[in-house]
């Protein structure tokens, strides 16, 4: 990798992302692309929400000549249209769940069939559940302001300086294009009143490309463990969240306010942006 | 909690922490992201009681 396409790729997301944010907010709002709060969100007017469509767009153009196989950046955009298309018309959670799982496959029988990515069966098995649950993960952690777009850049960093000491075509400029595209949200999101969310355009985008991050490190021979430690704590979180309303007999579909991020800022004399930067 | 966790992984990435040692220690960093809630609601309390 040289240094001057990583810093491209940094780049451009970042300044694409920074100059498309604002078209989407006006189109999310003309078109009321809408989140509306109830009693189990932690947001209390309507907010715009699908500003991944702006990501996907930085992402692209930043990782456009930088090596990383085109095949990537497809499933990425994959996943995010699949959670576009439930921003603009709610889906039933079976149907996107059978979306991500579908797709998911698909990429892999293509990257192990054209060599594009050199993986045994069993690596890529595992490629399908890596993608199909960190899409869910990084959606059901999406629900505090800047907690995604925190956890954008530490993934990104994290998976950047992994691939950057060893020949890794790419991917260490997806770890920086990840970063761009999360900086760039930033001042739409991490403030006490959001101007726009990410929606599942944006959380399935993350997801997505730090499951790819995984599976990269993992064809390049870095230890399985270790490509899985930087994600621990959205794992962690999701799983003892489940866990705990499994054995309360509560409806594990159903929306709440059960996350441990959430917890955070439920109590008194919180500070803005508090779980996201304890989680991050 | 995340940065200390991707800290670590580049650390082992690097051959500087073992995988052992590696996964004590995100065990143990997962707990204490666990135990915040309590932990800021008792301190939450302790302030505000008269």
Known sequence: MSIGSATWALLLSFGVTSILLPFVWVIL???KVLDVPNDRSSHTLPTPRGAGIAQLGGLCVGLFGSGLPTLVLFGIAGFSVIGAFDDWRSTSA????MGQVSLAAVLMIVAMSLNVLVMTYVLAAAGVITLVLLVNVCNF????????AI???VFGITYFAIFSTIPAHGWASLGLALIGISVAFFPWNFRIRAQMFLGDSGSYLLGGATGFLVIGAWVVGVN????LVPISIYFCDVSATLFRRLVNGENLIHAHRDHTYQHLVLG???IVGQGSLLAG | MSAVCGILAVAAANNLVTIPLLVVCVLLLCSIY???????????RHHTSP
């Not at chain 1, 952690?141 to 995604?148: L, T, V």
């Not at chain 2, 666990?34 to 939450?44: C, E, I, T, V, Y």
């Open chain 1, 268 to 270: 008194d004399g919180h």
């Open chain 1, 94 to 97: 079976k149907y996107r769940l």
């Open chain 1, 151 to 153: 956890h954008g850049v």
């Open chain 2, 34 to 44: 666990l135990g915040f809630p309590k932990l800021l609601h008792a301190f939450s």
């Open chain 1, 29 to 31: 709002r003309r078109r």
């Open chain 1, 141 to 148: 952690m999406d629900g505090i302001n800047g907690i995604s």
């Open chain 1, 224 to 227: 399985p463990i270790v490509a």
